[in-house]
């Protein structure tokens, strides 16, 4: 009888990995054992040949859908007579195991059929859960992962739910947020002020209802509160977008199912198996023509962020409805999603017509995951549930770290023997909840990880509300706070994801950034060594007259562009129509005078110039629209011509886009389209990549910042630096944006000596 000791990595903890050995040993007659071990599960087995060999097979391929085996290694041991059947063992006295909190995971498929199964315990139950899916991150609130630490605490479970938990033959063995309709959690339909209008079945029929009448419903979810609308209907988008205050910045659709999803969408095999995965992110799919969706839910948009149900709450309902809906995180724009009832009913009270909510609270509030799927892999837009707080491998056993992240698209990290853990996308920190959000978030990922931080890191820029809260925990702890500048920490934070400790070149283009000189940057050209970081190229500075207010003004940023490259006073005529006569007079006196008109060398800030210039988006909108229509636009045209640049310095190659304009606007006055202008462009940015590559000369290149969300542009970059030999490295389990911004700043702190 062959005995085999084996060592199992990945994603194994929390997430019904022993049962699941347990169920595999004891199918096939073995005996022997399983436990948790700091590197992930350990396990012997004992029995006949072919029945190890199957075991193993199974090992690799039938493991529970959250679990990620990595790595197996297994060796033959000598034969044991004592064991007599197979056990799930406890962790060994004195074990360090590293604490793992779990993912929230997608409705598995055997709850969902158990769910839709007539004479099942479950059948049509809300809140049907077991160890390969449900709440987990939401409702924790301290480590071990145990029921009496979880938002559960308050269900005590009956004695069918209570002999499942205590089964290991059960697929509920120990699954903490276990429940059924005698003991779990209960729905209620309820009128903006608290007051109850129906329970269970009534209710979610009540709520069907209110979405087919065109009306909004405030949907107590997984990670907090969402807002639901009729995704088909104008009139309940108006209301929805002007009540959130929320202009033209797309929405996410969620479909019955995946039939309908492709009927509006294009999604292939690759896209479906990740929409239906445990992850169940929103995807960035094109949408087909004549799909069954209203415009105004992505204007202007070719994409649509489609997604499908991921708790049994949100499946029932969407069934009742029997259609799209559009699922919005429920605040204001700029906050935080509210996730506690009576935060959520002063704040939605007035957003939403009804609420539809349960009595199990949620914890910490955990946005819904953005992904796309270019032909190469994945791109993470928004990382949060299904993906955080899981730990990744990072560095190498420095010092631990704790970083503070950015201002927008926040996320904080802590790393710690190598590994590394980014919390959920935590979003703007303008507001006061905001910021709050990120210093409670802080709290848990110290408790939950156990982890004294020996450094503290932030950004360069003195008034971030993450800055200031690193500032009071590094007094407060006696701890050094190394501050890190915002591009470096892009490029670091690519770096590191890639296991590069340097030199490489990153191209670190995004819209906003603290620079080392005090001007705003972000289109640089940073050779990246760990700690170090020296400027070997960047766009030509042009002046944004009202700084911050340019942002989302794209026709401030093409006035100070072109008052940089064609003079002052200059105004092309075809931007002349974009302004109000007495609003121009300001700004030019603002330029003259040079009064609030902050220098920048940043590529998100000539994204909005030139889509103001090429007469694609001259007016307000929602910050990176103007850049994402360009996008759109160059996609409908075929590759061409490249806008030229010239270059100045040696050391510093500075890229002044002067040649670039001075052919924009010929082909402009020449009637181009501005789809040949926007394709034209970003060419002229693939070449500049190149310029600047060939000009550090290391092989390899990073792409990092929020320009790379852009996958037009992703693509011609890193075909233009592959053809010339260089090797090209993009994030692929982070995002390219400032949620890898505390990443960047974790790698760069643990690498300061
Ligand atoms: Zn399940
Ligand atoms: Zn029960
Ligand atoms: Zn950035």
Redesign the pocket.
Known sequence: MPRLHIAVEGIVQGVGFRPAVFRMAEARGLTGWVRNRPEGVELEIQGPAAATEDFLRALRDEVPPPARVDRIASRRITEQTEDTAFEIRESGAGATVRPVVPPDLA??????REMATPGERRHRYPF???????PRYTIIEGLPYDRRLTTMKGFPLCPDCAREYGDPRD?RFHAQPVACPVCGPRLHLAAPDGAPWAEGEAALQGAAEVLREGRILALKGLGGYQLLADAASDAALAKLRQRKRRGEKPLAVMFPDLPSLQAACEAGEAEAALLQSPEAPILLLRRRPGAAVSASVAPGNPRLGAFLPYTPLHRLLLEAVGGAVVCTSGNLSDEPMAFRDDEARVRLGCLADTFLVHDRPILRPVDDSVLRLDGDGPTFLRRARGYAPLAAPLGDGGPSVLALGGHQKNTVALLAGGQVVLSQHLGDLTSVDGAELLARTVEDLLAFFRVRPERLACDLHPDYASTRLAERLAAEWGLPLIRVQHHHAHGAACAAEHGLPGPVLALAWDGTGYGADGTIWGGEALVVTGAAFRRVGHLRPFPLPGGDAAVRDPKRSALGLATAVLGPGAVPGSLLAAFEAAELGVLQAMLARDLNCPQTSSLGRLFDAVAALAGIRERRGFEGQAAMELEFAAEQAAPGHAYGWAFSGQEVRVADPVPLVAELLRDRAAGAAPETVARRFHAALADLALAWARHAGLRDVVLAGGCFQNALLTALVTARLSEAGFRVHRHRRFPPNDGSIALGQAAVAAATA
């Not at 409705?107 to 969902?112: D, Q």
């Not at 049907?128 to 449900?134: E, I, M, P, W």
């Open positions: 409705t598995c498929p055997e709850c969902a049907t859960n077991c160890t390969y899916c449900g697929r």
